[in-house]
């Protein structure tokens, strides 16, 4: 984080943390494997960050803002592969074992070390100018839904349909840069139900039964017209986007100003009232979050909030899937990773909507 306060732990998180939580949801390794020897999952991953690293230079290559990008790209390719090579000969190397917080932490910090801040800058406000543009569109179908499960199931599909625009995921990064994404067709093209993980029935039932004060949820522009429904009954939103850039996620700056874009002159989000919209700097710098540390900011604005929502593949599924709270949770996002479509027993593209409701509440 660029500000130097300290960073704390999410306070909603059910404690004690050191036991109760851990960031990744897929274990590279047990107790029992030798820690000087690589572990299948651990080559397995490890190969799908090394198979990333073209597109991350073609990134880097195309970045204007960077002089000598071209060969700051190469040494970026270079560093990366070396450190992950050495990850297979040595998990204990460069601060390992390696789990997916730590291999998307070296990535960023390699390419911020050589001077690219944000080598996804041009395609994401491309794509979030697209994202504006529909969002009318996409607010105008919602509310031809009646109010109901219909209604809350088509703005589910609206999330998953943000979330497939990600270019981390060496093939989503190919498909994207061959024809773009439709995020109407999206939408209407999502795997059929039930999902890998599917508690969306159960959610619509609490959702007709019950509404919440305060809602704290992690974003990508999918997830605006959620948000926009749980201000319309009359929830108080905490929005929290990343400090700095990393792959496509929108920052805390350009979350404020696509908020901005969007409010009409009355500062309306398509006829609901954005009083109760707040929004928080994470404090993170990843496109996976580890909630042991996140900022004072954020963890004071959602301190009381009796619901939590985290969504993408990143935050919702790589980590974070099994994270407990002292609150109900929802889990959203689309499996973009063979890998993880493995580790869950699900297919490519799958969607996740885990739904956790505390009883005592």
Avoid at 71 to 94: G, M, T, W
Avoid at 104 to 129: H, S, T, Y
Avoid at 208 to 215: L, Y
Avoid at 298 to 311: G, P, R
Wanted: negative net charge; contains cysteine; proline residues 5%.
């Amino acid at each position: 984080m660029e500000s130097d306060s300290e960073m704390v732990a999410f306070p909603l998180l059910l404690t004690p943390i050191e036991s109760n939580y851990r960031a990744c949801t897929i274990p590279y390794r047990f107790p029992s494997d030798n820690p000087r020897k690589a572990t299948p999952t651990e080559l397995q991953w490890i190969d799908l960050f090394l198979n990333s690293i073209p597109s991350f230079k073609k990134r880097a290559e195309a970045d204007d803002t960077v002089s000598d990008s071209a060969a700051r790209a190469e040494k970026f390719a270079q560093r990366y592969s070396e450190i992950l090579e050495d990850f297979k000969k040595d998990p204990e190397s460069h601060g390992g074992p390696p789990d997916c917080v730590l291999l998307c932490r070296l990535r960023e910090q390699i390419l911020r070390e050589l001077g690219f801040r944000d080598i996804f800058k041009k395609v994401k406000d491309e794509e979030n100018a697209k994202a504006i543009s529909l969002f009318k569109e996409v607010i105008r179908l919602n509310d031809s839904f009646e109010e109901g499960p219909k209604r809350l199931e088509n703005l589910a599909r609206g999330i998953f349909a943000g979330n497939i625009f990600d270019l981390g995921s060496a093939q989503l990064a190919e498909v994207f840069s061959r024809d773009g994404m439709s995020f109407l067709a999206s939408c209407q093209n999502l795997v059929p139900r039930p999902w890998v993980v599917d508690d969306l029935d159960s959610f619509k039932v609490r959702w007709s039964k019950k509404s919440w004060k305060k809602a704290s949820a992690d974003i990508i522009l999918g997830i605006l017209p959620f948000a926009r429904e749980l201000l319309r009954r009359g929830t108080q939103v905490v929005l929290a986007a990343n400090d700095l850039p990393s792959i496509n996620d929108v920052t805390y700056h350009e979350l404020i100003e696509i908020i901005s874009k969007l409010k009409d002159e009355k500062g309306m989000l398509e006829g609901v009232d954005t009083s109760n919209l707040l929004i928080a700097n994470s404090g993170n710098d990843l496109p996976v979050i580890d909630l042991a540390s996140v900022s004072q900011e954020l963890a004071y604005l959602a301190s009381d909030a009796d619901l939590v929502v985290l969504e993408g593949m990143g935050r919702g599924i790589e980590t974070n899937l099994y994270a407990q709270f002292k609150c109900d949770s929802v889990k959203i996002g689309m499996v973009k990773h063979p890998e993880v479509a493995q580790f869950l027993g699900g297919r490519l593209y799958d969607c996740v909507f885990k739904y956790n409701e505390v009883s005592s509440q």
